[in-house]
């Protein structure tokens, strides 16, 4: 199989930067973006030398109407632009975007370092939508306070889980990007006693173990986005990472996976779209500000953008 991006299977470290870019004019500088976007893997190992510990890794992925442009009629099987939800005042938008730069490091800096030399060859071909610098917060906690990443795949199994294989083999080694960023309501969510907020969760708050299924509500965010079928549970590899100020917190939520079938029964479920008439109660306490899809190429295809 070729070659996944540097980022896409590592575990999640102390440190990550997503940029959300727009191409105004796709058609003129989407050859010019295309260039930069496929030497984001050698700019990353140039800046990844100023300290070799702290593993500076990235992925350029790519939104399905520059992918279009890019490569006409060469569309990985199942990609599709990110499908916006409206139902009983909850919200899932779609916010769109062309490229996201994913990075990850121990160190801030050296993602702030990659991200600024890439913004600079860039240039004026793209637009920034948004910039989120995301943290681990104390030991890889949400900042509701629950541990994060608890269902993610270890091992082998991420690799498995997040890139495509020979189903669809001109994109083998590549791996669809599931987006939205997420705005916490924590005055109201600190207002709840610890066993509501558990409840909410479906898993303790100290240790983060599943609740019993006697005592997890059907509504919880465990109950809603746990799924099996044909007594496999559906998963993906998760990347998210809390990020805020003293103003605004919440969450960066990223999905790699082979199948964006997956992500997308998630998000109806959590929504309260799945058919069943319930949904996840967290997000009476969280609300997404933005959703989009992305492709991210093998390395091998990714630096094939150099000849577009």
Request: proline share 6%; charged share 25%.
């Amino acid at each position: 199989m070729p070659d996944p991006q540097s980022g896409i299977i590592p575990e999640p470290s102390q440190s990550s930067l997503f940029l959300i870019l727009s191409v105004p004019h796709p058609v003129q500088d989407g050859p010019a973006v295309a260039k930069v976007t496929s030497r984001i893997p050698n700019l990353t190992q140039k800046v990844a030398k100023l300290d070799p510990r702290a593993k500076l890794v990235s992925v350029a992925s790519l939104g399905s109407e520059l992918w279009d442009i890019l490569f006409p009629g060469k569309r990985p099987r199942g990609f599709r632009p990110f499908k916006s939800i409206q139902v009983a005042g909850r919200s899932a938008p779609a916010t769109g975007g062309d490229l996201l730069i994913h990075l990850i490091s121990r160190r801030q800096d050296l993602c702030f370092e990659l991200a600024t030399r890439i913004r600079k060859e860039l240039g004026g071909t793209v637009d920034l939508l948004d910039e989120v610098h995301g943290f681990r917060y104390l030991d890889a906690r949400d900042l509701t306070g629950f541990i994060d990443g608890t269902e993610n795949p270890k091992g082998k199994q991420r690799a498995e889980v997040a890139l495509i294989g020979q189903e669809d083999a001109d994109f083998a080694g590549g791996s669809f990007v599931f987006t939205q960023r997420y705005v916490h309501d924590l005055e109201k969510w600190e207002m709840l006693p610890v066993r509501e907020q558990e409840k909410i969760i479906g898993r303790r708050k100290r240790d983060s173990v599943e609740l019993s299924d006697r005592t997890k509500p059907a509504t919880s965010h465990i109950s809603r986005t746990v799924i099996e079928e044909g007594d496999e549970e559906l998963e993906i590899v998760r990347h998210s990472f809390p990020y805020g100020t003293t103003s605004e917190r919440g969450l960066f939520f990223i999905a790699y996976t082979g199948n964006l079938d997956i992500p997308e029964k998630m998000l109806a479920r959590m929504m309260g779209t799945s058919g069943d008439g319930l949904h996840d109660h967290l997000m009476d306490f969280s609300r997404a500000v933005s959703g989009a899809n992305f492709f991210a190429p093998s390395l091998r295809v990714l630096r094939a953008l150099a000849k577009s």
